[in-house]
């Protein structure tokens, strides 16, 4: 076997042909620009070649869903960029929608449909923890983490914002990690700070940055391998151990890397 | 004497009947104030919510110690209640033991001794959580209880309300103490309850000391205190946190259904956009003719649940010791937010009342209550909207605000505008050309 697992073809591409994939990636903007989740954004394209899903991605037709825009009160400019990704999308008769970004899931599944834009929306988390439960994706009994330490930071656009807790930590689980939970997990998991358009600005005047605070209670567990499943959990967590001085031991990796590693893609 | 107290007690319950009333009336149009919005939509889901969250406190069991001790109080007092109906009831015919005369004359005395007792064991019960409520604010000094928006008024209130339902609660005791006594002297007008344990037990043996006069006098005043207390006590919880034994009900049911992490839509902002975008508006609207303000710099700006969040407020402190912003040292404190809305609801629905300024007396939500510090520490977590028992939604104010500071003042940080011309030149919060979007596939 030797198909190209990095193989992606755009819309327009699928279009041209008259044919339509199964599934649209929205890459999102920091899967498309920031040089660590451009790692995640190519694992998960791994992912779905290796189970040979037929996938488009919008390539320079997608732009910013407008969520850092809308958070930061900016709603003219949010809107201004959801019509046109809708209109985009309207325009491919787009069905079915997965993304590696919480913001990304949350803002196309909740807040396109009132401006016109009706998907069905899923976060990678729970793409692959279907295909697992289909038994399209079988883990092997041997992978890299079986029995690793393993605590997985819930981000609160999938947590709370939607009520997604368990796909990531059943994904997880099917790897035979050994999951360890942090103190604050679930309904109660603390922010890594990066959320509500925080990620671009400085924090406000405190004691201490959130991301620290939340790191310290990922090192707590005594995991090596620290599970995110957003780009700003991603790069907040990152910061955080590298400020602890501790990126050489532990790691900060998304489910998907995750997955694309246990499956030595 | 007979008639006398019948005619007091015509005035005591018409007094309070009235300031009662008006009250209520006061809240409701400061709640009013607020801007329209639709939650009546799915009535069999917000029934479910007030089941749930407020009949059966579903949310305070994440704390399971506080939760015990507050539904023995919620319970306490639901239940107490029937025996307050038994006072209204002597009260406005002048008789004693109404119920418990009637429920003997058809034969089931037995059925009203039980009831009363188990009043008295609710009572005991209240009077030890409240004890116990009192340590953990005053003695443990439980952090939640604490913050810069817990001034003297709210502490004290809090602190208020459990000596207050204390009393009560000794006061039907001593109450049917005193009774017993009489009871056993075959005083008339005192008809039979059979033993009550716990009245027997801790006042019984005292009143039996003193002559007849005295102790009718010792049930008198009990009675009326019990009752007065009570008309009391309902006044001052609508000017206090204690009113959410009543609008948790009403918030829980208008409380919003979606998935917390959406956004409500500004249809006013779509419609805008939609012209400059040259997209035919399917449902062309008359313009109104005042355009509202864009986002939330008052009361009047923010929707009418957002007034019932904050009069529902039971400044408890959950939403702010779950803040991640709060937690490590920012300004922001979602119980503050809620507190300010509620302060300048009352300040603004007083002064028109009035006939004062209202709206126009120079001041106004953001910049004299909450500070932009504050709606900028936020990170939309939904932690706070989370934590609160009785479904309130920090988040939507803040967010609110946001927008008003974003769109009305332009006063958002200098890093926020740069992003803001990221994305409108470059699709993109950062300055990447938008041509480079696509070149992860090649690296
Ligand atoms: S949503 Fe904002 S106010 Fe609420 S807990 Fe999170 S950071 Fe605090
Ligand atoms: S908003 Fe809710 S959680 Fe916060 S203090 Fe008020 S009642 Fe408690």
Redesign the interface.
Known sequence: MNKDLNKVRTMADFAEKGESPEVLFWVGCAGSFDDRYKRVTKAFVKILNHLNIQFAVLGTEESCTGDPARRAGNEFLFQMQAMNNIQILNSYHIKKIVTACPHCFNIIKNEYPELGGNYEVLHHSVFIQQLIDDGKLKPSDNNAFKGVKITYHDSCYLGRANNIYQAPRRLLESLDADLVEMKRCRTKGLCCGAGGAQMFKEPEKGKKDINIERTEEALETGAKTIASACPFCMTMLTDGVKNKEKEEEIKVLDLAEIIAKAENL | MFVLQIILFFIVIGTTGYFLIRRIRRIRSNIRLGRKIDRKDHPSKRWKNVLLVAFGQKKMF?KPIPALLHIMIYIGFLVINIEVLEFILDGLTGSHRIIGQWLQGIGAFEFYHILMNTFEFLAILVILSCLFFLIRRNVLKVQRFTGEEMTSWPKLDGNLILIFEIILMIAILKMNGADQVLQSRNVEGYPETGSLFFSKTLFFGFYSKYQTDFVVVVERVAWWFHILGIFGFAIYITYSKHLHIVLAFFNTYFAKL??????D??PE??N???M??G?ANETPQEQPTEIPR??AKDINDLHWKNIMDAYTCTECGRCTS?C??N??????SPRKIMMDVRDRAEEIGESLRRGGKGFEDGKSLLGDFISK?EI????????C??ACPVLIDPLSII?QI??????EESS??Q??N???SN??TN????K?A????????K?
């Not at chain 2, 937690?327 to 922001?332: I, R, S, Y």
């Not at chain 2, 900028?376 to 932690?383: G, H, I, K, R, V």
């Not at chain 2, 041509?435 to 992860?440: A, K």
Request: proline share 7%; charged share 25%; hydrophobic share 45%.
């Open positions: 994440k979606e998935p917390a992490g959406k956004m839509n500004m902002v779509t805008e956009v939609k400059m975008l997209i864009l986002g779950e991640p912003a937690l490590t040292g920012k300004k922001l510090e900028l520490a936020c990170t939309s977590c939904n932690a909207v989370e967010l946001r927008r008003y500071m974003a769109m958002s940080p890093s926020w740069s992003m803001f994305i409108e699709f993109a919060p950062w990447f938008p041509s480079d979007r696509f070149n992860w596939s690296e």
